[in-house]
């Protein structure tokens, strides 16, 4: 049997039978204007980035292949990131209170299956190529220094991007994961709550 629910008559008619459905219908609210924000956010540094890294490109005028190879490699890397990112606008665009809560819950699942990718496969991929673009780009100046101040420089760059990756990447990971499982939670005990008052 299936159980369609709406949540907009469910929230002025019923207040009785669900009591925490303001708070469900709040917090789905706040997670949305909060990752909707964050992308937006993301957006406008990365594409800031790319632009100094292009305007120091064009000031400097480096002449090594290999530090033009890996300006357009940590720019392509940005770019590849923030178009797979820019993917998950449709999902966090304004809430539609008018779906059931079993629609509801189908569009928060399909919002985590985008965020695992991106968490994963994407990050990966950026990681690994603005490693080796960062790399790339260090070596023409890198090769002019004495060598103990080469793998000074080359540790303590790689040092800042293995923090980033074993510690800052899993810490997020992990509370957004939290967030959007907790959502996921409530509107199944809702469904599940209305599925039995059904019955």
Do not use: H
């Amino acid at each position: 049997m299936t159980i369609n629910i709406n949540l907009k008559e469910l929230w002025n008619e019923q207040s009785t039978v669900i009591p925490d459905q303001k708070e469900i219908l709040e917090k789905a609210d706040n997670f949305r204007k909060k990752n909707l924000r964050k992308l937006v956010l993301t957006n406008i540094l990365l594409l800031l980035t790319s632009a100094f890294i292009g305007f120091i490109w064009y000031y400097y005028q480096p002449e090594m292949i290999t530090t033009k190879l890996g300006i357009v490699i940590v720019i392509l890397a940005m770019i590849i990131f923030l178009c797979c990112y820019n993917l998950m606008i449709p999902e966090l665009k304004k809430s539609d209170y008018s779906l059931s809560s079993s629609e509801y819950l189908k569009k928060l699942l399909g919002l985590k299956e985008k965020q695992k990718f991106l968490q994963t496969t994407m990050l990966n991929i950026y990681f690994i190529m603005l490693s080796a673009g960062i790399a790339l780009y260090m070596y023409e100046y890198a090769s002019r220094m004495k060598m103990l101040w080469t793998i000074f420089t080359y540790g303590l760059t790689f040092l800042w991007i293995a923090i980033n990756w074993f510690y800052f990447r899993p810490k997020s990971i992990k509370k957004q994961d939290k967030a959007i499982n907790e959502l996921i939670d409530k509107f199944g005990n809702l469904s599940n709550q209305l599925y039995k008052e059904d019955q």
